[in-house]
């Protein structure tokens, strides 16, 4: 069946995460993300408290009363005690900054006039301090492309999480050798046209990013598309590697969507 995007109401979106090279975002740890042995254990418990506003987080409060226990490893080579959370962390990576402020330009967005760092509230226990640090760097950039111009609404500038590797009832146990590398997001509007030309808006931001020497391998990039169509829901497809997956992936969530559609059920955000 050919799909006729335009005619199905298609809004498409992609958020793109890219590991930077270097240091830590907020230490002098290297940003190896080691494989070694783990040196380093020791185990957490989510206590959900009141932020600025005074309330506590309604998300947090529910995961608190899971009683799950948070293991983490290490190794110590690439890790410190602020990845542990029993240092403060240090100034922010003036070389990452630098990094996406050239990001930022070449994608025609604007500088903020003074850029702040974050505190975002994270529950599942990938970030030991219970948060994950973000700075937005830029606002209002655009690409080019075959069918169009394609907004950038926001380019950040944040810390990775950790990485999952075991999660039962009562635990979830993690490796925090990837905590705290610098990490670029950036984020695009809805204006994609089709699933051919979300491949095309991926592959020349990620040509941008490669020009200014970012990390590079497997599990350096991630890429997150958000789709829907009249009548639908808006979907997150999480974790693109490949950008020969997008265009099929894609077409296989709308065809999904359309037949749910035509049974009459009812499609939830997801």
Do not use: W
């Amino acid at each position: 069946m050919e799909l006729d995007y335009q005619k199905l109401g298609f809004k498409c979106g992609l958020e793109i995460h890219q590991q930077l090279e270097g240091l830590k975002l907020f230490c002098s740890c290297p940003t190896l993300n080691s494989d070694a042995e783990p040196d380093v254990k020791f185990e957490r418990r989510l206590r959900a408290v009141a932020g600025e506003t005074g309330e506590i987080d309604i998300a947090a409060r529910h995961e608190m009363k899971k009683g799950k226990k948070f293991i983490y490893e290490a190794d110590s080579a690439d890790t410190c005690l602020v990845e542990y959370d029993e240092e403060p962390p240090h100034g922010l990576n003036k070389e990452a900054l630098e990094t996406a402020l050239k990001i930022a330009l070449l994608l025609n967005a604007k500088i903020v006039d003074e850029i702040q760092i974050m505190r975002k509230t994270v529950v599942d226990g990938s970030n030991v301090s219970g948060f994950q640090r973000t700075a937005l760097v830029a606002t209002d950039g655009y690409i080019d492309t075959s069918l169009g111009r394609v907004g950038i609404p926001t380019i950040c500038l944040e810390e990775d999480a950790s990485q999952k590797m075991e999660e039962r009832d009562s635990f979830v146990r993690y490796r925090l050798d990837r905590l705290g590398i610098p990490l670029i997001e950036i984020a695009t509007d809805s204006n994609i046209k089709n699933n051919e030309h979300a491949k095309e808006v991926a592959a020349y931001i990620g040509m941008v990013l490669r020009s200014v020497g970012v990390r590079r391998g497997l599990g350096t990039i991630r890429q997150d598309v958000n789709v829907s169509i009249y009548k639908g829901a808006r979907t997150e497809i999480k974790g693109f590697q490949d950008l020969r997956s997008i265009p099929k992936v894609i077409e296989y969530e709308i065809k999904r969507q359309l037949d749910a559609i035509n049974k009459g059920e009812k499609l939830d955000k997801e």
